[in-house]
């Protein structure tokens, strides 16, 4: 069974810092590139950041760039999101996403179920 399992997430003041979590299992991790997107209360999915099967390329959002870090652990089947200065406006439900690149994978995508962060003070 295909699973992205999600830990991290909690409150934390302006300013603080959390490092988000996601366990994948069920799948060849090392051939998926991997996303963390957020989705606020009322508001659309929005993609936070990306990295590539192997962990050498990764990409940001403009809001996020030089705050957040993706990262991921291969051996650990594992993907990281280190969040930094954290604003109220971080606030949101964030989602792990794995897509597939290589065959027989191309062209999948799983999703994780989410972890509340709450910047608040």
């Known amino acids: 069974q295909v699973q992205l399992v999600e830990s991290g997430g909690g409150l934390v003041q302006p300013g603080g810092s959390l490092r988000l979590s996601c366990a994948a299992s069920?799948?060849?991790?090392?051939?998926?590139?991997m996303r963390w997107y957020r989705q606020a209360l009322g508001k659309e999915r929005e993609l936070v950041a990306t990295?590539?099967?192997?962990?050498?390329?990764?990409t940001y959002a403009d809001s996020m760039k030089g705050r957040f870090t993706i990262s991921r652990d291969n051996a650990k089947n594992t993907v990281y999101l280190q969040m930094n200065s954290l604003k109220p406006d971080d606030t949101a439900v964030y989602y792990c996403?794995?897509?597939?690149?290589?065959?027989?994978?191309?062209?999948?995508?799983?999703w994780g179920q989410g972890t509340q962060v709450t910047v608040s003070s």
């Open positions: 069920g799948f060849t991790f090392s051939n998926y590139a």
């Open positions: 990295i590539n099967s192997g962990g050498s390329v990764t």
């Open positions: 996403n794995a897509r597939g690149f290589y065959y027989p994978d191309s062209g999948r995508e799983y």
